[in-house]
């Protein structure tokens, strides 16, 4: 016992050490405290399209009830269940116990936050991962697939994480390819705890990925994006110069004279990240690129790499959130 307390131990002591060696600059820094967040809507009160707020006496998330829109109509449904549906869907188990309760934690700040901003008129959230947080119904997982996440939400119960008092937008991706996002860069405007920074050890090269797109077909996307273009010459000389974000994804490409963003190609070409190449010749466009997902706040592969190193969820969330603090929901609540 004694011994694997000294291995998790030397595990996390080699993982943050690595982390130091990578990147010193991303340790947390007191400045960033002091930057405002920019969210003010963030001051209204929580409790929107509850049907029951919870007391200090009680358990949160059984007490906290909510409307889930899913393919089936709208259901209301507690929190505690809710939640352990996300995370079934969202994350496997094999994941390890850390990084679910780091993942419960991220879920439950996203939905709380999309209680109060929801993006649909008859419920809280959906159960679409593409808009809101992918749900899986509790009973159609194995009973300890079940019982590992319901373990994960129960011990979090209530956590949220806050920046300056308010809920942070706490969105998460698959898998970053080294390094995550800055909000900015992504989605133009900037979250003082959504920055870039390392994500060692993920399982990257799962997916690594070669898309090879025939010239033709790559010109026609291009000329879509803006019409402006014009090609000439040798394919291998369109591609001019490269951009970078912070988080090492393609910011820009100057191809032809005409500048494209990283996200734009992205979508245009469906690659799996804006962590890409592109490579041209006379017969294809061929793009390499690694991670999956937007690349902003917390990495789940990142996440199941620091639960193995031995870091615990909190160590976790405030690695790929940060400057935020973890409270207690409740504390968000007026008094009654
Ligand atoms: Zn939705």
Redesign the pocket.
Known sequence: MRDSVLAALAAALLWTALSLLILPEERPAADRASVPAKREETEAEIPVRTEAVPTEEQDFDPAYSLAV?TPDGVQTMDLHSYLTGVLLAEMPVSFGEEALKAQAVACRTYTLERCRNS??AEAA??T?SH??QAWTAPADATPDARKQAEAAVSATDGLVLLYQGALIDATFFSCSGGRTEDAAAVWGSDLPYLKAVASPGEDAERFSNELRVPLEDFRAVLETLDGEIRFSGDPGTWLESVQYTAGGGVASMRLCGRVFRGTVLRKAFSLRSTVFTLSLNREEAVFASRGNGHRVGMSQYGAAAMAQAGNDYETILKWYYRGVELSRADTLFAPS
Do not use: K, P, W
């Open positions: 829109l993006r649909h959230v959906c679409d808009c809101c």
